[in-house]
Structures are given as C-alpha cells and as structure tokens.
C-alpha cells in the first residue's frame, strides 16, 4: 500500500515503523513543517504543512491519522471523503457522536475505518481472547484491570491536558483501552458507576485517577483503574472464568516483561502455568497487519463500532462520576 500520516509526533513515528515492508510511505503532513520532514526524510518521503497536500498525491491508497484528538473528524472524514482509507488513533474522536459521523462516512465512501486500539493485538491479549472465545475455562464472570504512569512535569502544558483539545483526562487517554478489552473481549457493556479524582491541578474535565465498575446486563463485573500516580508504570488485566484465572501483567518496555499467568481452579495443590512473551513490543505491527487484511477486502467491511462504544463507555463514566450513580450506556448509532 501507499500510504500517507497526518501528524508527525510520537504515535507517527510508532505507525512508520510499523508499516509492512511492502508498503510505501508517500508522506507526513502537520503545521510544523520541520517535524513532518523530520518524520518523512528518512524514509525517503515528503513533508507537507496540510493534510489537504498529503491527500492529493496520487496513488494514495491509506492514511494514519495520529492528530490530536480535536482534529480526527474533520481528518478522518477528508481522507474517507477523498477515497483513502483510514486508521486513526484512539480516541476515536472527541465523543460519540463525532465518531458516529466518522462511521458514516465511511459506509458512505466505501472504505476501511480503523479505530488504533493497538493493545487488542499484544501477544498475551491475543492468547486470553482465544481462551475467552474457546471457552476452555467455562464463562467469564468477573475482570480486574489496572493501567497507569507517574505523571511527568509539564504535563499540564501538554496538549493532553488542554480542554479545548481533548475531552478527558487519564480514562480517555490510557483507560479507555481497557474499556475497550472489557467491552470487545468480555461482555457488552450495560451499565457504569465511576468516580475521578482531580490531585495533581489539571484543568476542569481533565481527571488524574479513574475508578470505575463496568456491568453487564447479566451481572458480570469489571473493575477498572487508570491512573497518573502510578509510580512504576503498571498495566494489569485479570478475568476469572469459571475454572480458572488469566492474568496479564506487563506490556513490554518500561511496563516490564508481558506474562500471561493461568491459574486453574483446583482443590490443592495450587499451581500456575505462565507464559512470557519477551522482546519488543510487537502491537503495532500486528495491528497494521490486520488493517492490511481488512483494506484486501472487497468490498470494505463495515467500520467496526469499537472505537464509537469505547468512547460511550467514557461518557457514561463521566455522567456517573457527576451523580454518583449506576449510569448506563447510550450511544449514537451512524
């Protein structure tokens, strides 16, 4: 594939060295001119200062969005709209609603939206969803989830804290991809009770901690945690099925080596099989693969609501957090 990004921070450079081998990289638009050459030269590609520049380049067949999250509509629905199918990070949009216009450009045009949820395909994920899907343990019935840092100085000049940018803090930057395992692995979603913390100063609206309790309409429960006072950085999901106990701990990098603990239920003596999946970490390629397949196919599959629940799953947390009350979940529908 020919393949374009928009933005050129961190998340650009993750999706470039991601890209197949036989793919080309065409370009890297963002209002820094400098950052966009940054990104494209080594890769022999060019830089352009507007996403518009990178979409009339001829043989464009892709593009990553990785923009704030203020800017994915009116980029997602460019490049749909000019025949280009499209990954964009996650969030998917500012809200749901956003992400609903998103998916119905895309049915409108014909082509692959993609919502980046990059720890659905980290090897220890990938092994607890066969399980899941197996049903080797029996059913799911309860899940623990905990993902978070040590915030860092001048976190709060960072657009990431910036309200007019980004419409929530911790939940939606690293806890909604928890959601999204809950949500996608486990068990649709009914109902949320949610309660945010606000220790380190952010801007109103921009929450520090987040706890929340995810509930099934038959009762199964999720406790989840997304914090930024995490002080050794720490990602933990653990679902108990009827038989056993599947943890995964760790995600490579600086949040240590990725384990996949299966504890059986048994009378005694107690044991466990652990599984380590060591090296680099290898999310994003598999992810970027499976957006390969999803391009191959004709006509393009429907755009996949992951990224619209996800984000309905943070509003409802937010509505909750507001009345101290179970709240459930409501979505717009494309």
């Not at 509509?73 to 998103?102: F, I, N, Q, W, Y």
């Not at 486990?186 to 606000?198: E, G, S």
Request: aromatic letters at 8%; glycine letters at 10%; hydrophobic letters at 45%.
């Amino acid at each position: 594939m020919r393949v374009g990004v928009m933005g050129a921070g961190l998340q650009c450079g993750r999706r470039i060295r991601a890209l197949d081998p036989q793919d080309e990289l065409i370009g890297v638009a963002a209002p820094d001119l400098d950052q966009a050459r940054a990104q494209a030269q080594p890769f022999g590609a060019r830089a352009f200062g507007h996403w518009d520049q990178l979409l009339a380049q001829p043989g464009l067949d892709a593009v990553i969005v990785a923009t704030p999250p203020d800017t994915h509509l009116a980029a997602t629905v460019a490049a749909l709209g000019a025949g280009k199918h499209v990954l964009c990070e996650k969030p998917l949009a500012r809200d749901s609603a956003e992400a609903a216009r998103m998916e119905a450009a895309a049915r409108a045009h014909g082509k692959v939206l993609h919502c980046g949820f990059n720890h659905r395909f980290h090897p220890a994920v990938r092994a607890l969803a066969r399980i899941v899907t197996d049903g080797a343990y029996g059913a799911p019935l309860s899940a623990l989830g905990v993902y978070g840092y040590g915030i860092r100085d001048g976190y709060a000049d960072e657009w990431r804290a910036d309200p007019a940018v980004v419409s929530g803090g911790q939940l939606m930057e690293q806890g909604i991809h928890l959601l999204d395992l809950v949500d996608a692995l486990l068990w649709r979603v009914d109902d949320v009770i949610a309660h945010t913390q606000h220790s380190f100063g952010l801007p109103p609206g921009i929450e520090d901690d987040a706890h929340l309790l995810l509930r099934s309409a038959t009762g199964q429960v999720a406790m989840v945690r997304s914090s930024l006072s995490q002080w050794h950085n720490r990602f933990l999901f653990e679902v108990t099925f009827e038989r056993a106990t599947v943890r995964i701990d760790g995600l490579t990098g600086s949040y240590g080596e990725q384990t996949l603990t299966v504890e059986r239920r048994a009378e005694g003596p107690f044991g466990a099989h652990i599984t380590r999946f060591r090296g680099a970490d290898r999310s994003w390629t598999a992810e970027w693969a499976h957006f390969r397949e999803l391009v191959a196919h004709r006509p393009a599959p429907p755009p996949d609501p992951a990224g619209r629940r996800a984000l309905a799953l943070v509003e409802a947390a937010y509505r909750s957090t507001a009345t101290g009350c179970w709240t459930p979940v409501t979505e717009e529908i494309p």
